[in-house]
């Protein structure tokens, strides 16, 4: 029986015979981040991350949305479940297991989860994916890919910690809400837009929300000194 024989010309792969190579074009993956809402109070973090990467060019955005935060952002913002939807280029259901975000050949830039709940934060450190949300987050991890958890909750006990720690300890960058006051915020919106900067620093992906610190000024001169 003749051996079949392999495809060599350029346009094909070479290992598997009758297979067309993908253009260069075609083997890059597209610009994607993945945004989860989970059910901690501050949904207005992830409402305007989405807003400002709806702006961002090349790039997709790709939603989970848990059922908790759908309640949260109704309750605490102007916003309803849709118009946020609406910021995405691609929403998922938080029960879809089988959704293209939990698997790792979904390549994507990163994930953030803002805000994120204690709830989602203990299933990300112990690999507890029984939603989306949680399987996108440990798919993010288990690919070495960039993994940002704004975890909104205080007081914190040891627990929350720990939690914290052994995520931090697989790799994620765990970025509380906290405000600073060196840019001299006027508004709850300066405030929210700082904290999405720092967001969108850890992600690697440029803005305009934040003045970048170049240092303090000269303290001034004691008169009594002189």
């Not at 346009?11 to 059910?39: C, F, H, K, N």
């Not at 949260?72 to 691609?90: C, G, K, N, S």
């Not at 879809?96 to 050949?105: H, K, N, Q």
């Not at 610190?213 to 002189?226: E, H, L, V, Y």
């Amino acid at each position: 029986m003749p051996r079949r024989a392999w495809h060599l010309d350029p346009g094909r792969d070479r290992m598997t015979p009758g297979t067309p190579l993908r253009s260069p074009a075609a083997r890059r993956a597209p610009q994607r981040l993945v945004v989860g809402l989970s059910g901690a109070s501050g949904s207005i973090y992830g409402i305007r991350l989405l807003e400002v990467l709806r702006d961002v060019p090349g790039l997709e955005t790709h939603l989970v949305i848990s059922r908790a935060a759908k309640r949260t952002l109704v309750d605490e913002t102007e916003y309803t479940v849709r118009d946020v939807e609406a910021l995405a280029t691609r929403v998922y259901d938080d029960r879809d297991i089988g959704a293209a975000l939990a698997s790792g050949s979904f390549r994507t830039a990163g994930m953030v989860v803002a805000p994120c709940s204690i709830k989602t934060l203990s299933a990300l450190a112990n690999s507890h994916a029984d939603t989306l949300l949680a399987r996108a987050g440990d798919v993010t991890l288990k690919e070495g890919r960039p993994l940002v958890v704004v975890v909104r909750e205080t007081p914190l006990h040891v627990g929350h910690l720990r939690q914290m720690l052994a995520l931090a300890e697989m790799g994620a960058v765990i970025l509380p809400p906290v405000p600073a006051f060196y840019h001299h915020p006027k508004t709850i919106r300066d405030l929210v837009d700082h904290t999405v900067g720092r967001v969108l620093d850890r992600i690697g992906i440029e803005h305009g929300l934040v003045t970048e610190w170049t240092g303090t000024g000269q303290p001034d001169a004691d008169p009594s000194s002189s």
